[in-house]
């Protein structure tokens, strides 16, 4: 996904193995980004465009007339099953493919809204009614749609607007003699639930998960660092030849305290993991996708996206982000999608990138790049050629000569700052040389398809900025965009979310953390790795915030794992993922460690003594590990009661997904013993029966009985996978849940009647709350176990 599709990667790859030697080498041993695109842009010939075009329309990223009927009565069907959700995400799609003032159009927003308003979402579905209108919703259907508004607006005890929305319906419904007698008993009759409904109705509550996003975004950083913006005064930016740039805490750092909170400079939007339809039967596609359902700007949830005009494939979660989007990159995106989707996610952000930086700071990134050009024929190494550009554009300003002498930290501007704009992610480290020739190859032939789109679709303005002589504007741009796709590489960080699946009654559900998108955040790239490190990362939209996870000394570094973490890796696998990925061998702490002790079995995989309870140690035969004890037992035997185990326990999950928790309860609790008698309290199946137990007595409203045994799960995964890991933080949350629930149904049951007992459940209740706070940021943290960041100068 980040790299292009399969077909182009073997289409290219071929191309090189035929290519004559000559020209292997000339790519091969080109010193300069500058030399490798343009050697390559000469290469790609027309049929290679073609072939690329081919596979770009398998994508269906523009809006096809016929779509929209397709998707709606598609929509409809999921309606009349009563999957409201299902049924949003296809008049969503309806939506994207109608134009704007169409019957189409008006017709799937209407429908939406009337999903929206079964899934609770009220907020949602007046803005669908709404569109539905200004696109020209047909008056015959009016009056069921006002219904819906005034019960919404009833339901969000806005009265005022409900009562104004109920009289202009009987109003219009006395003007309309064309009502058939039981279509007006109809509406009579919901016209007058609605207007008890409207006296009854109290203030509504804050639900939980809004209550709680809303205290998390108002998280600031404690004292602003004049260095590095970005960061707090807690930590200083160092630099040094063998880790390169670094953060170091300047004081002693308390776990938890917020370090870096940053905004993408850019990112894009996963498309999700699916194949191009060129693969499937229909022609339109009903699968729901991350782009269905976050906004391709802010990568904020919702359910009610507005598509753009121009396309079927960017949806925004409102206006506002689809005329910033509009201005700042997708009005050249726009007509290039299906292209984009075809050479990944890399390609996208390059592009991206040189977009959001013309607006930015155009004439200076063009002056940066032509010096790199009009060094190509001196063979530079690329070393010296940034600093070069560096110079090149301190010396700007003649009076600033003097300073060339000592360059700043690379990526800071002259005064030293180091921001997150374009001129740091123009310093981030491309590695050329550690890429294979094939692979750079593949990006530059990538990049130059991308520049002859951009150029018949006159998308690049030329700026009079360019000397003469300093090839065209063209390949400045296309030698920008392959230095940011081979920085990605090592650069991007995946911006991930939770997910959470399992059905709605289901009142602990479960969760995944999803890659959501790609980003490139300059000041989280500073940061070097560590297998065990001391901080933790976590996304609010497209904003990351970077946390200590533990107590960090002054004077000790930052670090941020890139993947590869000791808890869920052995040494051997982390360290070939860390050389394959970012180029170098790792030393820190828990890989001094492991070399050092030997090595034991994980605790969470140990078996224990039947007899004494002590760990059993050993390969194929396990002795008792207490001295004491003379207990023995093969491996083989306690592999096949644990395989016994587990398929028992998978029969007490089945009883659960069918809504038998007793039956589940009971089976679980005979495995329970069954595994005292031989697993370590902290193995793995020991903390997930606990975790199904919780969810059995959460069905049966058990929330004490509930909350003891995700006590008892947090246990375990916290021996796993450590205090500050995202495995707690979603055991945390699911606590959080159970006892917001809990107090929940407490409050449902025991009305307080008094101000006395009022009191008595506000105070637990705002203890859980802290709870649930710290279970979400917790949870929140992380990042995706493929492709995190990496910071520079190693
Ligand atoms: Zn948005
Ligand atoms: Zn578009
Ligand atoms: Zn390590
Ligand atoms: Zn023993």
Redesign the pocket.
């Known amino acids: 996904m980040d790299l292009p599709v399969d077909e182009w990667k073997s289409y290219v790859f071929q191309k090189w193995s035929l290519l004559p030697k000559s020209t292997q080498v000339t790519i091969s041993t080109a010193e300069t980004l500058s030399d490798i695109f343009l050697h390559s842009s000469l290469l790609l010939q027309p049929e290679d465009e073609m072939f690329l075009q081919n596979l770009s329309r398998g994508y269906l990223v523009e809006k096809d007339p016929n779509a929209p009927l397709f998707y709606r009565e598609e929509g409809n069907k999921k309606f009349q099953q009563k999957d409201y959700m299902g049924a949003t995400v296809l008049y969503s799609k309806g939506i994207s493919h109608s134009r704007p003032h169409t019957a189409d159009i008006s017709l799937c927003y209407a429908n939406r809204s009337a999903a929206l308003f079964h899934l609770g979402q009220h907020e949602m579905c007046l803005k669908d009614i709404m569109s539905a209108q200004m696109h020209g919703y047909p008056e015959r259907l009016q009056p069921k749609m006002m219904l819906r508004k005034a019960e919404c607006l009833v339901t969000l005890g806005r009265r005022q607007e409900a009562s104004q929305t109920i009289s202009d319906l009987e109003s219009s419904f006395a003007a309309k003699p064309t009502l058939t007698a039981a279509q007006f008993q109809i509406l009579q009759t919901n016209l007058c639930r609605l207007k008890m409904k409207a006296q009854e109705k109290e203030s509504l509550t804050e639900t939980f998960p809004a209550a709680l996003t809303k205290a998390l975004e108002d998280m600031d950083l404690k004292g602003e660092n004049g260095q590095v913006p970005s960061a707090s005064s807690s930590v200083s930016l160092r630099t040094d030849p063998l880790r390169g740039r670094y953060l170091v805490a300047t004081k002693d750092i308390l776990p938890g305290e917020l370090l870096v909170k940053e905004d993408a400079f850019v990112s894009v939007l996963h498309p999700g993991e699916m194949p191009p339809l060129c693969h499937l039967e229909s022609k339109w596609d009903t699968r729901v996708t991350n782009g269905d359902l976050y906004?391709?700007?802010?990568?904020?949830h919702?359910l009610a996206t507005v598509p753009c005009d121009g396309c079927s494939y960017a949806k925004?979660?409102?206006h506002?982000?689809?005329q910033q989007a509009w201005d700042l990159y997708h009005s050249v995106e726009c007509s290039l999608g299906g292209l984009l989707l075809t050479l990944g996610v890399f390609c996208h952000i390059a592009l991206r990138s040189t977009l959001v930086a013309r607006f930015e700071d155009a004439s200076k990134v063009i002056r940066k790049l032509c010096g790199e050009i009009r060094n190509r024929d001196t063979c530079s190494p690329e070393r010296e050629t940034l600093v070069q550009t560096l110079t090149c554009d301190l010396g700007g300003e003649s009076e600033n000569k003097g300073k060339m002498l000592e360059p700043p930290v690379p990526g800071c501007d002259l005064n030293g700052k180091y921001e997150s704009n374009y001129n740091a992610v123009f310093h981030l480290l491309p590695h050329t040389g550690n890429h294979s020739p094939e692979h750079r190859f593949l990006c530059a032939l990538s990049v130059s398809a991308l520049c002859r789109r951009l150029e018949a679709a006159g998308c690049y303005k030329p700026a009079a900025a360019v000397p003469p002589g300093s090839g065209s504007e063209l390949d400045v741009w296309g030698v920008a965009m392959l230095k940011h796709v081979l920085q990605l590489h090592c650069n991007a960080q995946a911006i991930t979310t939770i997910q959470h699946t399992g059905s709605k009654e289901n009142s602990v559900t479960n969760s995944r953390q999803v890659r959501l998108a790609t980003g490139i955040f300059p000041v989280i790239s500073l940061l070097n790795h560590s297998c065990s490190p001391n901080t933790s990362v976590s996304f609010i939209?497209t904003v990351a915030t970077v946390r200590a996870s533990q107590q960090i000394g002054k004077g000790q570094e930052i670090l941020h794992c890139y993947g590869p973490h000791q808890s869920r890796m052995r040494a051997a696998e982390r360290q070939q993922k860390l050389r394959s990925q970012y180029f170098f061998d790792c030393s820190c702490a828990a890989c001094q460690n492991e070399k050092h002790s030997a090595a034991t079995g994980p605790r969470w995989e140990a078996f224990c003594c039947r007899s004494c309870g002590a760990l059993m140690q050993g390969d194929d035969v396990l002795i008792c590990g207490s001295t004491s004890c003379t207990e023995s037992v093969s491996r083989d035997h306690l592999i096949s009661r644990l395989q016994d185990l587990q398929q028992q326990v998978g029969m007490a999950r089945k009883l659960l997904r069918n809504d038998k928790p007793e039956g589940a309860i009971q089976l679980l609790l005979g495995c329970q013993r069954d595994a005292q008698s031989f697993l370590s309290g902290e193995h793995s199946l020991v903390g997930e029966m606990e975790d199904d137990l919780a969810q059995a007595y959460a069905a049966l409203g058990d929330w004490q009985k509930s909350a003891t045994h995700l006590q008892k799960s947090l246990q375990v995964v916290e021996v796993r996978h450590g205090p500050s890991s995202v495995e707690m933080g979603h055991e945390l949350f699911k606590l959080a849940q159970l006892f917001f629930n809990g107090s929940r149904a407490l409050g449902s049951t025991l009305k307080p009647r008094g101000p006395h007992l009022g009191q008595k459940q506000g105070r637990p209740h705002l203890r859980q709350l802290g709870i649930a706070l710290h279970a979400i940021r917790m949870f929140q943290q992380d990042t995706d176990k493929s492709i995190p960041t990496r910071p520079l100068f190693l």
Do not use: E
Request: aromatic residues 8%.
């Open positions: 906004c391709h700007r802010c990568l904020d919702t925004y979660c409102s506002d982000c689809m939209s």
